[in-house]
């Protein structure tokens, strides 16, 4: 049974414009999030995260949104430039110890046109 | 630094072969993870390390073995594989702090006939 899902398998974005992927979970007793960027060929690699004890949390031109009563996540990337290209994982855990295992969402597939 | 690096990149097995992947990280962390990638899966944990010498469970880890002897390093086993071990397998390391950030090897995509 899938924890953490992320129900747009793709999302198409003009550059400059914002793009918004969203996240869902089911355990309520995840309290840590965290968004990775996956390119082609490559590992996945850390965007941002946040902790259930704030609802926001800025790095940049990214920005993530918690809202725990609807166990929702989301993240906002504005501009969106062609680079941010890629697939995006949210990911979510119980604790923020080396112990506490990741549970991965699905992905979705951020096309940013030029 | 090199970061966490996988050996092979891409391989190609036949049912009921076995082989080991490698996974190398030169960044002194105590933790290390192997993961599994699949369409429409998402990652899924096989097994995770906490230190030298210590190895655990993770959400799939049947048909896989796995070895930390030094703390550089961890090794997935495949005795026997099947078909359904046909994936792209992702090594993660991680070490404790203040944001929980795993740092993830390139990958080594399997492909078993």
């Known amino acids: 049974d899938q924890q953490v899902k992320q129900n747009s398998p793709s999302l198409s974005v003009q550059e400059g414009r914002i793009s918004i992927l969203n996240c869902d979970y089911t355990?309520?007793?995840?309290?840590?999030f965290l968004w990775y960027k996956k390119y082609p060929a490559e590992g996945p690699t850390f965007l941002i995260s946040i902790s259930s004890i704030k609802d926001k949390n800025e790095d940049g031109r990214f920005t993530v949104f918690l809202n725990k009563s609807a166990k929702h996540l989301s993240l906002h990337i504005v501009p969106s430039q062609p680079g941010d290209s890629a697939v995006y994982f949210c990911a979510a855990s119980r604790g923020r110890t080396g112990a506490n295992n990741l549970f991965f969402g699905t992905g979705t597939r951020l096309t940013v046109i030029p | 630094n090199a970061g966490v690096t996988q050996t092979p990149k891409f391989r190609v097995l036949k049912t009921g072969q076995s082989m080991t992947l490698l996974c190398a990280q030169d960044?002194?962390?105590?933790?290390m993870y192997w993961y599994r990638q699949d369409p429409g899966m998402g990652l899924r944990l096989i097994h995770y390390s906490v230190g030298e010498g210590t190895t655990a469970k993770g959400e799939v880890p049947d048909g896989y073995n796995v070895s930390r002897l030094k703390k550089q390093n961890f090794l997935l086993g495949l005795e026997s594989a099947a078909p359904s071990q046909t994936s792209v397998y992702f090594c993660?390391?991680?070490?404790?702090?203040?944001?929980?950030?795993?740092?993830f090897g390139p990958g080594t995509r399997l492909t078993v006939t």
């Open positions: 960044m002194n962390h105590e933790y």
């Open positions: 355990n309520s007793m995840f309290d840590y």
């Open positions: 993660a390391s991680f070490r404790q702090g203040r944001s929980y950030e795993q740092y």
